[in-house]
């Protein structure tokens, strides 16, 4: 099992700098589009997938597999993926949902009748795995989504994890904008900031200080 990215756009040859650290390149800008999925070493793979039958007997003993959930899976299967900005990224709660998906749908796999099944992981962190520049964020309420959470460690030694999305309110599931996510870290800018002013004052903060 493993994830993977993918962006539109991918023709930016300038970035910027502010000092003389920065995180590892991101590649691409605009949207994107992220995948989960199960690559299977067995004659019937590279991918897991139901035929029609199988999967009426699936449906019939769990009738959830026909619930909406908000994460896009290919049909019969549990290979997901999401528009990244609109669903932000996939956490622990959407991976789990997914292998409970592929855990009701497997039993009835007929392929693997009497098999041993082993699963493989790799042990990064979901959405918060990534390293994320401010240049990835823009300013106001409503915008893309590079990550679902900032994690960074603050100046007692502890770590730190913000919601870069609204939890509650009127604005639930919406970005924060890096002006909102100024005011909550309490970074102070200018009077009127525009937007270069805010990624100029917030590359400073040490949540955007996620370099190696």
Partial sequence: HDEST?????VSNKRWFFGE???FYSKGRGLSNMASDFLVQHSSGP?????????EKAVSKYPQLKTSTGVDYVERSATASINVGQNAYFDNSTILEQFER???LIEFKEAYRNHTIEIVVDNARTHTAK???VMDFAKG????????????ID?????????YCFQDGPNKGLAKGLLELSKELKVILPAKPKLPDIRQALAR???FQNVS
Avoid: C, D, W
């Avoid at 991918?47 to 999967?55: G, M, R, S």
């Avoid at 309420?141 to 960074?152: A, N």
């Avoid at 100046?155 to 919601?163: K, M, Y």
């Fill in 141 to 152: 309420i409503g915008t893309r989504v590079p990550v679902g959470q900032l994690e960074y």
């Fill in 102 to 104: 592929l855990f009701m």
């Fill in 47 to 55: 991918f897991f997938q139901l035929n029609e039958k199988e999967y």
């Fill in 131 to 133: 390293a994320y520049s």
């Fill in 6 to 10: 993918f962006r539109s756009g991918e």
């Fill in 21 to 23: 650290v920065a995180p």
């Fill in 155 to 163: 100046a007692n030694g502890q770590q730190q994890i913000v919601e």
């Fill in 205 to 207: 903060h040490p949540v």
